[in-house]
Every structure is written in C-alpha cells, then in structure tokens.
C-alpha cells in the first residue's frame, strides 16, 4: 500500500518538477535568445557604420572580447575575422546569415556547435559597398544550462523522494487505519468507508451463518457426548491405527485410565489377547465379540469396524457388563440339573418298589406299605411340578392372575388351617394374631406365601415349638410376619436361603420333605407385589421372616 | 510398505506391549495350572511359549532393520537397544513358563495345601511380570523401581518354599520327585521374577539412559 501510495506520489511530483522545467526553461531560454539578436542587430549596425567610416582601420582599434567580427567580401571571401586568421578561412558566401543579408541588406541565424554545447547567434549587414559585416556571439546552449543546472536539480529530486516517502507513509497510514481499525465481530457497526459496506454486510451475514452452524453442531455434539457420557457401557473410537479417538467415563473408569488417553494406542490400556485379536479382525472389516475378565467381572466386548464408502475408517468398542447375565445363566443351568435330579430322585423309588411288585417279589403284608410309598412319592412329584409350574408363571410376571381385593388375615387363617396336620404331628402350636386387612393383590399368591413360610416355620421347629403369625395394618404398608421358636438360620445363609432348591441342611433334607422351592416362590411372589422381605433369625432361638406389603401406591 | 521412523518405532512399541501381553498371559496359564493341578491346561502353554519365541524374533528383525535403516541416536537409540535386550528377558519367561507347565503335565502335582505357598508365589511373580510391562507402557520410572525392589519378596518366597520343602524331605513318607518338581517350579518363578526386573532395568535405560544396578 505504501509503496504504491509513494510511487505515485512520486512520479506526479517529479512529472511536475520535470515539466515545469522544461516550459520555463524553454520560454527563457528563447527571451534571452530573442534579446541578444537584438543586441547583436544593434551592436552590428553601429559595427557597420564604423567600419563605413573607417574601413579596415576600425578594426585595428576594436577591442572586443565578447563578439566576433567578421567582415566579408562580396565574393565570399573573409577579409578580416577577430578570432582566426582570415586568409585561411573559408568562403562564406553560402552561410545562411550572409545569404539573407546579400538579398535583403540584413540577416540573422542560429546554429548549434558541434557538440550541442553552444550556440552562436549571428547577425550580418550589407554594407553600402557591397561587403557584408558580421557579428556573432557565443552563447551556452540549453543543455548546458541544464548540465549547470544539475546539483540542484538532483538535490530537488531527492528531496521530492523523500517528502513523497513521508507523505506516501503518512497518507497510507491514514487510509488504512479505518480498515485495521474495522471490528470484524461486529461488522455492521463500523463507521469506515463506504465502499466497504456492502463487504461488511456479507461477513455479517456470513458470520450470523457460521454463528447458527456452530450453534446446532454444539448442541449436537451436547447431545451426543450427554448420551455416550451417561451410557452404563464403555465406548472406545479407534482410527486405523488402533489410536484412541474418544473414550466415554465408563470406558475410562473401566480402563482405570485418566483423561489424556486420547491419541494413545489402546494396547497400552488394556493388553488383553482377546480384545486384541478382536480389535485386529475388526481393522480387516470382520466383525467381533468377546467375554473378558477385568476387575474380576466379565465384560463383553463388540468390536464393530466403522466402514465409510467401503474404506475401513477405524473401529467402534462397546464394552458391556455381562456379570449378572452369566450370574444369571449359571444359576438357569443349575436349576435345570437340580430340577433333573429333584425329578429323578422319587422316580428312581417309585420305579424299584414297582419292579419288586411286577416281579411279585413282595410279601402279601409289604403290598399295602409298597403302594403307600410309591403313593407319596408320586405325591412328592407333583408337588414339586407343581412348585414348578408356579415358578416358571412367577417368573413371567404373573402375567394371567388378576389382582383382587382380598382380606390376608382369612388368608392366614385357611393357611393356618391346612397346615393343622403337619402342626400337630410336630406338636408345634400355631398362633395367628392381628387384625383383618384388604389389601389387593393376588390371592392365590398370597396365600402360598404364607403357607410355605407357616411350613417351614412349622417344619423347622422344636417339639413344642411355637409359630406366631401377625398381619398388622401399618400406615403405609402391611405388614406379614411369620416367627417361629425353631432352628434359626445362620446369617451367612440369609441371601442364600431364597435361591432355588437351596438347603441350609443337605444332609437331612429328605426326612424334613419339601420341594426347596418354598421360599423361592415366597422371594418370587413378594417381588410380584414389590413387597420387602426382612429375614431376622439367631441360631437355636427361632427366625422371623417379616413381609412388608406396600399400600396401592405401589401395587397396581 | 514403507514407514516414518517415527511410524515404526510406535509400531516397535505396539509389538512390546503385545509380547509383553503374551508372556502375562503364558504364566497366568502356567500358574493357573499349577494351582488346578490340571495337566490339560498344561499342555497348550508350549504352543503359546513357540508363539512368544516367533514374535521375540520378529520384533529382532525390527529393531535390526531400524538401527541399520535409520541409525537412531540418543533416545531413538536407547529405545531400540532396550527393544532388543527386553524381548529377549520376555522369551525367557515365556521359555520358563513352558518348562513349569512341563514339569505339571507330568502330572506329579496336585492341588494341595504344599502348593498353596508357590501359588502365592506365582501371584507375586505375575504382579512383577506385569507391573514391569506396565512401567514399559506407561513410560514410569517409579513403576519400574517398584517392580525391582519387588524381587526381594519373591525371593524370600523362594526361600520359604526352600524350608518347606526341607521339613517335606525330614518326613519318612516323602514323595521325593513331587519335592522336587516343587522345587523347580518354584526356581523358575524365581528366575521369571528376575527377568521381570531385567525388564525393569531395560526401561529405567530407555528412559533415563543410565544403567542401573548390573544388567
């Protein structure tokens, strides 16, 4: 800017300096010209009368410095000249001066020397005889004057550079300062030029663009992040190279890693084999999942490559707890081979006893107990399908039993009722207390709860033992309580006791009867009318297991 | 294909780090068999040590091609030297894995309480084994001291098992070559712990570029 600014300044000032030069120098140059041919017409015309008067004896007494004088014959021939010697000097007849003066009585001309560096103005006079007298003068030629003139010229230009170097600065400075001084962010509120306001119109525009674009991708990458941040599961971003793009906190937390991983090789996270052979079939575009062990719980890990127009781009981690599935899955598997064998067990003797009496192998008096024992083990059998059958519905979610108001104090009390038998073969008393509660629910439910938890409080009893059953409305909740004077139950097995076919007791679990799936069904059905169960117990003095219905609220 | 330098030192480190996942994973099965007493899972710990022996001579090649390729200088250096020397303490434990897990598929050890003071050790071996892999990968100086002051407590590990078995041999009934075999694999953890601290040494070098301790 300052250099073209400067330039131009530059070239108007010296186009000016130079032209003005010229004309001046032109026009008094050619004053000063006109004003010595006219001295010189002058001088040559008093020359004249002299040399009229006096002849050659004038010239002998003329003392001159500044002109010459040369008196000319009329044939051409130079008679006296007062710079050279005269007989060597040439005709000059056919000089333009004496020429004009031979036809007209007078005549005058200009020539340059022959290096330009002086004029001559010549004057000549026809004399009354016929001779012709000329007078010349010498004088510095233009250029010579300008040669002269050289230093302060120079100095003249130089001085136009510099002041158009400071003006040029100046004048840019002043130009650009409105431009550096725009505020960009703010672009319609500049008072600069005019000729910018449809530039600063078009950024404000654009920038209100960009502004609203960065807006939505904020918000976009907001929403993202607030999902993949709040996930449960871990989730790595891998690019080609195996390098960490992104990484959620469960991931990190799951890595035991801090926040600068990113741009790391996830090798040096987690050197797992699994996850790396995995990882290396994803990069070829295969697809890959993996059960690993970290922290002492099982991950499963997907390992899905991100493929975008057919290049493979990098690759996506998802890490999920699968602790509880397999937890899960092995508890299923364990049930299936104790229902197996739970099954198989009374079969085994129904079948023995039913081959002895095939092969009539049994006294006549062994028949009738025979049959009894096949009778309660086929007895036994249903039951547990039965239990079965009641777990494998509560396990759906009771979807096909309605709700229904129901009163859990006569529950207890047919409850009480059918146990009587099992009571008193035990001599174990049976109490019921409290007071009648509606509460809705499923009846049939509810009712088995009691009743496996009256029987095992019954069947878990000393002789003469006691079993207190309290229904008590609370404020917001009803409360079941079963509490026996019986065995108790260590505290170890508190959790244990509600999975399937758990005994605390293996050694004796044939003689004291039961499925093993009593308590079970109770866990089931509690959870089914989001009930809580409470096991108090202390070994020798007795256990109560105390049920806490929650009022509508929570049951549909 | 060709690499940056700076391109195939990260992939010299990747290749470390995933020997060094190897040779964590080959003495966990090797201790793990120990412990089960199981002389099937014994026997796939050989494939794994050739494995480890295939890769020891892999990641060789790569640090020979790149110190004449490249001819690193200063810490370039340091890191390819230590390379070398590092892989070949890994195949030693991956060697050692392999012969305890021999010594098992012999079948002359089962679980018993005698053996529980060895699995002890192997636990505190596989903590060396890893610990100095992870002060490789993260590049900790602190982690790696740890792992050499380490050694003293397998080796007072050792030293138990030694009395151990010394009150085994004074019993009348003594099972000589099951002493023996216990013996010998709990040698090898000892010798394992030592290459762990190797290791150690060999990243304290590629770091700090003094030797420390005799390497």
Known sequence: MTKRIFRSICLVALTVFLASIVLIMGVLYEYFSNAGQSQLKMQTSLAAQGVMNEGMEYFHDLKVTDYRISWIDTDGRVLYDSKSDASEMENHLE?????????????????????????????????????????????????TLFLGMMQPICIIFVIAVILSIVLAVQVSKKIVKPLNEIDLDNPLSNEGYDELSPFLRRIDSQQKQLMGQKAELHQKEDELNTIIGSMNEGMILLNQKGKIISINPAARKLLDTESDCIGKDILSLCRNLDL????????????????????????????????????????????????????????????????????????????????????????????????????GEAQRMIRLVEDIISLSRLDEGAVDMRHENV?????????????????????????????????????????????????????????????????????????????????????????RIFERFYRVDKSHSKEIGGTGLGLSIVKHAAKIHNAKIDVNSCIGKGTEVIVKFPKQKGNQ | ????????????????????????????????????????????????????DHKEREIETMCLKLLLQRQPVAKDLRVVSSALKMVTDMARIGDQSADIAEIITMANIQAADDTQIVHDMSVAVIKMVTDSIDAFVKKDIQMARAVIDYDDVVDSFFDEVKKMLINIFSK????????????????????????????????????????????
């Open chain 2, 1 to 52: 294909m060709h690499l940056k330098f700076d391109e195939q030192l990260d992939l010299l480190n990747k290749e470390l780090i995933t020997m060094g996942a190897f040779c964590e994973n080959v003495i966990a099965m090797s201790a793990k068999a120990l412990t089960e007493g199981n002389p099937a899972l014994a026997k796939t710990v050989p494939d794994l040590s050739a494995q480890i």
């Open chain 1, 407 to 495: 009163d859990l104090y006569d529950l207890a009390k047919r409850a009480i009722q059918s146990l009587e038998p099992e009571a008193d073969a035990s001599c174990v008393t049976v109490e019921l207390s409290g007071t009648p509660v509606a509460y809705n629910g499923i009846g049939r439910l509810l009712y088995s709860m009691i009743y496996n938890l009256c029987d095992n409080a019954i069947k878990y009893n000393h002789e003469n033992g006691r079993v207190t059953v309290d229904i008590q409305d609370e404020e917001n909740s009803v409360v079941l309580s079963v509490k026996d004077t019986g065995i108790g139950i260590a505290p170890e097995y508190h959790e």
């Open chain 2, 172 to 215: 009348p009934e003594t099972d000589g070559e099951y002493a023996i075999d216990l013996l010998m694999i709990a040698k090898y953890f000892e010798r394992i712990g030592d290459h762990a601290v190797n290791i150690a040494k060999w990243v304290l070098f590629s770091i700090t570029g003094n030797k420390e301790g005799n390497l």
């Open chain 1, 95 to 143: 000089r333009e001066e004496v020429k004009q003066a031979v036809s007209n009585g007078y005549g005058e001309s200009r020539r340059y020397s022959a290096t330009l560096m002086e004029r001559s103005l010549y004057s000549a006079q026809k004399l009354e005889d016929g001779t012709i007298l000329r007078l010349s003068i010498s004088q510095n030629s233009v250029f």
């Open chain 1, 276 to 375: 790396q052979e995995i990882l290396s079939g994803a990069l070829q575009g295969e697809q890959g999942e993996r059960v690993i062990l970290l922290h002492g719980e099982s991950y499963q890990i997907d390992a899905d490559p991100i493929i975008s127009e057919n290049i493979i781009k990098g690759t996506a981690l998802f890490f999920f707890n699968v602790t509880e599935k397999e937890k899960a899955e092995k508890i299923r598997r364990e049930f299936t081979a104790n229902v197996s064998h739970e099954l198989k067990t009374p079969l085994h003797a129904i079948s023995g006893y039913a081959e002895l009496l095939k092969n009539d192998m049994v006294k006549e008096t062994d028949r009738i107990p025979f049959a009894g024992k096949i009778y």
